[in-house]
């Protein structure tokens, strides 16, 4: 049989059923993470080999599903994660503050004794009229 006639038979309205449905299924790839666990929760109860028939029917494979449940069990450990990275990070910016302010102050200072040596310049100019 050739590509040609294949192609045209998917062509043909009649054969729309085995046209691929882009705009109706992503592939898995593409799935939401509400999707994905939808998908986990409908096949949490079945037998493999309905599992496997759920999987056919949806374009995915069960190794997917797997993937999924692995990513879904480490995603709870992340809040522990979390929390240490932000209490880190609010150290951090506790130290940026301080710095800053450390550098506002010894700027003021030094604005302040520019300042003050111009002034001081000027009265000896006048003094020396």
């Not at 109706?24 to 409908?42: C, D, F, H, I, N």
């Not at 880190?88 to 506002?104: I, Y």
């Amino acid at each position: 049989m050739s590509v040609h006639t294949l192609k045209n038979w998917i062509r043909n309205p009649k054969m729309a059923h085995l046209r691929r449905q882009s705009s109706e299924e992503a592939p898995a790839s593409r799935w939401t993470s509400a999707q994905r666990l939808q998908a986990l929760l409908e096949t949490h109860s079945l037998a493999e080999e309905a599992r496997n028939a759920w999987c056919r029917e949806r374009g995915i494979f069960a190794h997917q599903l797997t993937a999924w449940k692995h990513e879904l069990e480490q995603s709870g450990n992340k809040p522990a994660a979390d929390i240490q990275e932000l209490r880190r990070l609010k150290e951090e910016l506790v130290g940026v503050r301080r710095d800053l302010a450390r550098k506002d102050k010894a700027l003021s200072e030094a604005a302040a004794l520019l300042v003050l040596q111009k002034k001081y310049q000027a009265l000896w100019e006048d003094e020396d009229k």
